[in-house]
């Protein structure tokens, strides 16, 4: 009888003491220690709904939407009509508004970033000092003052709604209702052309594929850029003509009479950029170009300079060094953080609201919030649209890292 | 050791979510002090002045409340809110009452889980134009460029008439009420619309107020007024009966100024509104007897609010018109206190 107690106590014991035994327990402690504090949180949330007598679920999404929303991308695509589209259209429509400044926010702040990181680094003093100014300025000022400052400004300098400023000899215009530009109209047989253009890019990188194996096997390397130009741009041009140019261009309309408020630009001709689009794209742009430019030059000076000494001993051109030499080292040091960059430009894009550009949180968080008035539903649905945006630029960039990964042997 | 503290840990939180919640009259007398959401900044309403104190209607309304919770107007402490985050500051509880030009709609009181305690001014969504434009009706905006404040009613009203007129338009939907008259100053807008009221407060803040004017069409009933939660039916019937109060102590002619002398009046309905028989209205409602005086002597009646504050010799100009109490023409009307 005593013994068994005592044997028992001594197998307790030993669990005890057994470090490995320990650390599942305390593990699963912990564990559900967590799944009783979030079903805490989670019952206590629904037993508040369900005491203040509010609906929820996700019933709102077929609902109609009976407000206009500013022409925008999303607008365009969805062909959102107030009173026919539903809140999910909504939704769609700040989606595809929010992706659109964001991917377009990502080119030209990835265009202007390498520009001034690299000017930074220039022998030349005026060129490295404007480049200085601009990013101490640019990344010093708060983005949201960026974004007024760039959207008032914009507003006041050009002329009112029923003047314009013409561009390209009256094929387009600007005023304070938007930059008017012509529009492409595709007609039947552009496809062709399209196709023509695709198939002359799989045809490049066949050829470069070639030229490379070839250069390789016998050292000289056959010539590459006629054959590049006649692949792109000479035989789509015949596909295109053959097709009887399958392409034209809708004007902008401007009416300088009838009645005051039907004058100035036409709503329904050309393409139009929308001062609220412009100055968010642009201030995005500009604010994020400033770090850019920054992990740029990080990068380049990343890369030792007897690197570059290496490759003139071996005979290499300026232009070969760098394009063979540096900048594929610069890389590896410059695209992790780019990705960050880019993710943050996404996430900022959503200060769009305060300066009314229609994206997720100005109509989905703002305007159709407020009709429906389910937050948790709303605002989770709009988490999920961004931590997917941000888990797909993640992707993309960690793949493009892999490959041009130093390749370790 | 380490274990036995995670189980006191769980055991406390525990404890914590099984006890009943307290009332929002309980809270707040506990706290010291009633959380009041209000605007940004809407002259007449809800603004604060050059030395940062809070006035305004709707300000105004909150200081009652305070006045006949703690019989002090000053227990009030102020947060302003946007018109989109009003309703979920208002339901999370970091607000006790929404006093913020609200306009009461069905929808508003039937799905937001939120409840309005009356009308404290009777509105419609009203425009503005540059004169300039020689508009003298809204029929004849086809074709016009609109600023608005999102998350409001005047997004749905607006997207209606135009609609039902058959006319075109363009929205641009600002988050904050300040961008919105911004950029029709700039001249983004041919139109800025939202209450008749915010128009005409919103007008002042124009660099030149004049050559701009505020169209005759009313488009749409924009009854505005205090919100509570729903489910604390005391809290409920505080809000409403101080709003009444307001109105009850009009139609008596009992002001600020003259409330301590009519407190010795021997008119039965006027000693039982102020408590000074043995009738207890306010503790029926979990307050002092004292608290319509309180409301009266510290804040006013309806009518000294409504003048100093938006009345025809303020800036903003605005007639009583239908918000004069129902004995004068108006619809401000309050059932009695007996």
Known sequence: MQEDTVRQQSIINKLLYNSTWRGWLFQALVLLGLLGFFSWIIYNTVSNLQRLDKKSGFDFLSQRAGFEILDSPGVRLMDYAPGVSTYLDVFWVGAINTITVAILGIIAATLLGFLIGVMRLSRNRIFSAVATVYVEIFRNIPLLLQLFFWYFFALRAVPELRERWSLFGGLGGINKSGLYLPAPVFEQGFGYVALAFVLGVAGCWLYARFATARQFATGRRPPTLPVYLLLLIGIPLVVFLVQGSPLSWELPVFKEDGPILRRGYQADAGMVLKPEFIGLWLALSLYTASFIAEIVRAGILAVPHGQTEASQALGLSGGMAQRLIIIPQALRVIVPPLTSQFLNLTKNSSLAVAIAYPDIVSVFAGTALNQIGQEIEMIFMMMMLYLILSLLTSLFMNWFNARIRLVER | ?338
């Not at chain 2, 139609?251 to 600020?256: D, K, L, R, V």
């Not at chain 2, 100024?257 to 408590?275: H, Q, T, W, Y």
């Not at chain 2, 043995?278 to 609010?305: H, T």
């Open chain 2, 1 to 338: 050791m380490k274990f036995k503290k995670v189980l006191l840990g769980l055991a406390v939180v525990a404890c914590t979510a099984s006890a009943q919640a307290a009332t929002t009259l309980e809270t707040i007398k506990e706290k010291g002090y009633l959380q009041c959401g209000v605007s940004q900044g809407l002259p007449g309403f809800s603004n604060p002045d050059d030395k940062g104190n809070w006035t305004g209607l709707d300000v105004d309304y909150c200081r009652a409340l305070a006045a006949a919770i703690f019989g002090d107007a000053e227990k009030v402490r102020f947060t302003p809110l946007s018109a989109k985050e009003r309703f979920t500051a208002l339901s999370s509880g970091e607000i006790d009452v929404l006093s913020r030009n609200t306009t009461w709609s069905m929808t508003r009181d039937t799905q937001l889980g939120l409840n309005f305690v009356g009308v404290t001014y009777y509105d419609g969504q009203g425009m503005m134009v540059p004169k300039s434009l020689g508009a003298t009706s809204a029929k004849e905006l086809d074709g016009a460029k609109i600023c608005v404040n999102t998350g409001t009613t005047t997004e749905l009203n607006i997207t209606d008439y135009f609609k039902t007129h058959n006319m075109g338009f363009e929205l641009v939907a600002f988050e904050k009420s300040d961008e919105v008259i911004a950029a029709y100053g700039a001249g983004r807008c041919d139109v800025y619309t939202t209450d008749r009221s915010g128009v005409a407060a919103e007008r002042l803040k124009l660099a030149n107020p004049d050559d701009h004017m505020v169209l005759p069409e009313i488009i749409s009933k924009e009854p505005l007024g205090p919100v509570v939660r729903q489910g604390d039916d005391q809290w409920f019937n505080i809000g409403r009966w101080v709003y009444y109060a307001l109105l009850n102590a009009e139609e008596f002619g009992i002001t600020s100024a003259n409330v301590d002398e009519m407190a010795n009046s021997e008119n039965p309905e006027i000693k039982r509104f102020l408590g000074k028989d043995d009738s207890k209205f306010g503790e029926g409602i979990g307050l002092g007897n004292d608290w319509a005086y309180n409301i009266v002597k510290l804040v006013g009646n309806y009518g000294e609010i409504y003048d100093r504050n938006v009345g025809p010799d303020t800036p903003l100009k605005l007639e009583r018109g239908v918000n004069a109490l129902w004995t004068e023409g108006g619809i401000q009307y309050a059932p009695p206190v007996r």
